[in-house]
């Protein structure tokens, strides 16, 4: 499974056993992989660029942990997808108030952790989505691109692109409604 450029099973490893240019030539080849990959996740451009830095921050400090070189592709992959997760959380969480003083916008402490839950279990709902689905959904109504656009850059019809976007609401939607996802799981 891995690409035979930047994660050919020699390179991998050597980067394992120690070897510090297998290293640098590993963490440089990944590099616009994972750059690609954390932007089609991530619902920011600064999002997707902080998971693709902590991507390759994991795999430069871990690397001699990876039990299976063919594994390296996949691994980096998951790194990536929490992050981007992660983010969108701290995301969907409600702003805090910067100064000390309250004001009637500001909600109460049983709001806010209504809204935390709330947030969470959006989260959890987008993660649960196959991965197809999850990038339509988050290009098209996170971060804002236009149907084409998003058509385009995953190599889709507009049509097909339509059409996961349509599943992946109906499915957080139905997550959403669903009692027995009331509590979190965590």
């Given amino acids: 499974m891995a690409e035979p450029g930047w994660a050919n099973e020699r390179l991998v490893t050597a980067a394992r056993d120690g070897d510090t240019e297998s290293i640098v030539a590993l963490v440089s080849g990944a590099h616009p992989h994972v750059q690609r990959f954390a932007r089609s996740l991530c619902a920011t451009p600064e999002d997707a660029e902080d998971a693709a830095q902590e ?3 994991v795999l ?3 690397i001699g942990t990876l039990r299976a070189s063919g594994a390296l592709v996949s691994w980096m992959f998951r790194i990536i997808r929490n992050e981007c997760v992660r983010r969108a959380r701290l995301m969907l969480r409600p702003p805090h ?4 003083r309250s004001t009637a916008a ?3 402490a049983e709001e806010e952790v209504f809204q935390r839950l709330e947030a969470a279990r959006i989260a959890s709902a987008i993660a649960a989505l196959p991965a197809d689905q999850r990038k339509v959904l988050i290009m098209r109504d996170v971060q ?3 149907g084409p656009m998003v058509a385009g850059a995953l190599g889709l019809s507009t049509a097909a692109m339509k059409s996961r976007l349509h599943r992946a609401r109906a499915a957080v939607q139905r997550a959403l409604s669903d009692p027995d996802l009331g509590g979190l799981d965590d």
């Fill in 60 to 62: 430069y400090r871990k």
């Fill in 97 to 100: 108030a910067e100064s000390g």
């Fill in 55 to 57: 991507a390759l921050i």
């Fill in 106 to 108: 500001t909600p109460s």
């Fill in 144 to 146: 804002g691109i236009s």
